[in-house]
């Protein structure tokens, strides 16, 4: 009798055991994000530029949800990317400017998305720039159990796809969280400087007549608040475009574009690997990037300004074979959205501390309004030195509201439905004071709720 109960116990075991363990794969899928750096949102043939072309990227976009509304918490490497490895805003990490990669800066209060995702079951792996104000060999942190090719050496971006496919093969019959970080559009800072570029390798620009175009908010406008151009005095290596001609910007963007083809071509190579290790239709990819570039307009280069081409970012979420393509206009902020949105997609446990919204929801259900004002923030340093100068921006569906710390002229008020473009300062326009009375009004709320101190140095 004991004999024949074992054996009913043994087949149960054996009947259920791999049952259980296929669902499980089924249900939890893999999560691989994909980020560039310093890639305004513009900078895909998907969204409707006609001077690159992007296949990888628009493939994303072909398989799942745009969203044209996507900001970065703060137009900065270390910022930006310490806001969307802990899911708080840079106020809040304290992270305000570059930091170096050193031990005891991060607080042991925030998890990392790494540690979350490995508390609840998943393989983790990270590949390419870390830029983060943790050590990389303190897996007990971040959380990342695989991680390669973080130190600096050229050509990190084409190795990139090599790690992530070694990656993909060695975990892909379990759930996997993989961030894939690339450099490039960044290498734009150094074409700038007229230096060798760091990943990759351009002919020289062709004569400014076969660039692209100038924008149309291309010039510096009017009623702008000065201070954001005293800073950029602090640094002519970081803006050496400060006289530069319209021929000069042309041929920017025709570099800055070549850039984001060379990434693009990389990003297909991770993408590949999906396939080749047949979980493509098992992974939900979110491609994003850790802040945009100045792109010529307001003739800007660089980040850290405020306006729509340093802030605003591309953000996709994809599932390739499995979506129908479609754009959202929903405002989103990668920074403090990505960790709530993958726990949502993975069921893992979501830190209860977290205040940013779980995108899963919109793409379950479109109709559904998740955010409708969004404030992001900046500090305007000089690589790690913090040069005091900080501002906030409150965007909705219609206006954007820029506020700094210092200067005679502070705001600037802009329709972003009637002038996309940022070129209208509406704050010397007496018929929008009631509209910016109630940003001015809303700011000072937020931060008195969320515990920003901006507010207190107005």
Request: hydrophobic share 35%.
């Amino acid at each position: 009798m004991f004999q024949k109960n074992i054996f009913f116990i043994w087949l149960f075991v054996v009947l259920h055991i791999p049952f259980l363990g296929n669902a499980q794969t089924a249900d939890r899928p893999n999560i691989l994000i994909i980020m560039t750096d310093q890639q305004t949102a513009d900078a895909m043939s998907i969204a409707g530029n006609k001077n690159l072309h992007t296949p990888a990227m628009d493939k994303l976009a072909q398989n799942g949800v745009r969203f044209t509304k996507a900001y970065c918490a703060q137009p900065l490497c270390t910022p930006s990317r310490a806001s969307i490895m802990s899911g708080k805003m840079p106020y809040e990490t304290g992270f305000i400017g570059n930091a170096p990669e050193k031990d005891g800066q991060w607080s042991d209060d925030i998890l990392m998305m790494g540690k979350i995702l490995q508390n609840g079951g998943y393989k983790t792996g990270y590949v390419g720039k870390w830029h983060l104000p943790v050590p990389t060999s303190k897996k007990s942190q971040h959380g990342f159990e695989y991680i390669e090719n973080t130190s600096f050496q050229d050509y990190n971006d084409a190795a990139t796809p090599s790690f992530c496919a070694r990656f993909i093969k060695e975990n892909k019959n379990t759930p996997f969280l993989l961030v894939a970080s690339f450099l490039n559009p960044h290498d734009i800072c150094e074409w700038a400087r007229g230096e060798d570029l760091k990943m990759d390798v351009l002919e020289k620009a062709p004569p400014a007549d076969q660039c692209p175009p100038l924008p149309a908010n291309w010039k510096i406008p009017d009623y702008e608040p000065k201070i954001v151009r005293e800073q950029q005095k602090v640094s002519f290596r970081t803006y050496p475009t400060v006289n530069w001609t319209p021929d000069q910007w042309r041929q920017y963007r025709w570099a800055y574009n070549r850039l984001v083809e060379k990434v693009d071509s990389y990003i297909e190579m991770v993408l590949a690997s999906l396939k080749k290790y047949n979980i493509e239709k098992n992974t939900i990819i979110i491609f994003t990037a850790d802040h945009g570039d100045g792109y010529a307009g307001h003739s800007w280069n660089q980040k850290q300004i405020l306006y729509e081409e340093s802030a605003k970012i591309p953000f996709i979420i994809s599932k390739i074979g499995e979506w129908k393509p479609r754009t959202d206009d929903m405002l989103v902020c990668n920074g403090t959205d990505i960790i709530p949105t993958i726990c949502g997609f993975t069921g893992v446990p979501k830190p209860a501390y977290l205040k940013g919204i779980d995108i899963s929801k919109k793409i379950e259900n479109p109709n559904q309004n998740l955010r409708d004002t969004l404030v992001i923030e900046t500090d305007f340093a000089d690589n790690e030195e913090l040069l005091n100068i900080s501002g906030r921006a409150v965007i909705t569906k219609d206006y954007k509201y820029i506020v700094y710390n210092k200067g005679d002229l502070k705001e600037q008020l802009f329709d972003l439905t009637k002038d996309p473009g940022e070129i209208t300062n509406l704050t010397v326009n007496p018929s929008y004071k009631k509209q910016l009375n109630a940003l001015r009004l809303y700011l000072k709320q937020w931060c008195k709720k969320n515990g920003d101190p901006f507010v207190s140095g107005l």
